[in-house]
């Protein structure tokens, strides 16, 4: 994708705050796209990132308990800024130390998310925000939520930087960036996707961590 022109689509929240996109065909591991939404600055500069955290935090200030962030697609720098700013805003924790623990699920070889023995006073009877770079499918969102659960977590709220919707399955999502900041966004499953049946090849294998160009 070294040729392809990247727009720029800034937040009102912040001018740091920024998606790096690029039009084209692109398939991940539950679905076609038609853009690559590109978040590495986002999740690995420390400005933006504290940034992003100031950004989210907004969603939570009437919020009474958050104990634990659960971080997905790479968020965890998001996520140990978004402690500290929901500490700085009088959000409490139930945790003894008063403090919330930042962590991340592991995923298995058939794609199941577990957390370790070690792991669990974090979650277990935990006021749980879940925090993820996107939120399209909502598959990574089933995914974690069935996970947080089933290890007796409660879910205090999700956040994301994009989310294509602002319910996936009946929880609202908190979202920096929404589908109307990409008026034309498109996901498809791979036996709709129009641009599959309009004989367009994939332009890359995109998720979190980046692309690999076809």
Do not use: W
């Not at 996109?21 to 999740?43: C, E, Q, R, W």
């Not at 999700?158 to 589908?179: C, D, H, L, P, R």
């Amino acid at each position: 994708m070294e040729n392809t022109n990247f727009l720029k689509i800034y937040s009102g929240y912040n001018n740091l705050i920024s998606l790096n996109v690029a039009p084209g065909h692109f398939a991940t591991s539950s679905s076609h796209i038609n853009y690559y939404i590109d978040m590495t600055t986002l999740k690995c500069r420390s400005n933006e990132s504290r940034a992003v955290a100031k950004a989210m935090v907004q969603d939570y200030m009437s919020a009474t308990v958050i104990d634990t962030i659960v971080c997905m697609d790479g968020t965890e720098i998001i996520g140990a800024y978004l402690a500290e700013e929901l500490s700085n805003a009088g959000i409490m924790s139930a945790n003894s130390h008063q403090t919330i623990y930042v962590v991340t699920p592991e995923q298995t070889t058939a794609g199941q998310l577990i957390f370790k023995d070690n792991y669990m006073p974090m979650i277990k009877g935990k006021n749980v925000l879940l925090l993820l770079a996107t939120a399209s499918t909502g598959k990574t969102v089933k995914t974690a939520l069935e996970c947080i659960e089933y290890y007796g977590g409660k879910i205090a709220g999700i956040s994301s930087i994009f989310s294509a919707a602002k319910n996936i399955y009946s929880k609202e999502i908190n979202t920096i960036f929404q589908s109307k900041d990409l008026v034309d966004y498109g996901t498809y499953s791979a036996s709709e996707c129009p641009m599959c049946k309009a004989g367009i090849p994939i332009n890359a294998l995109v998720n979190s961590h980046g692309y690999s160009k076809l």
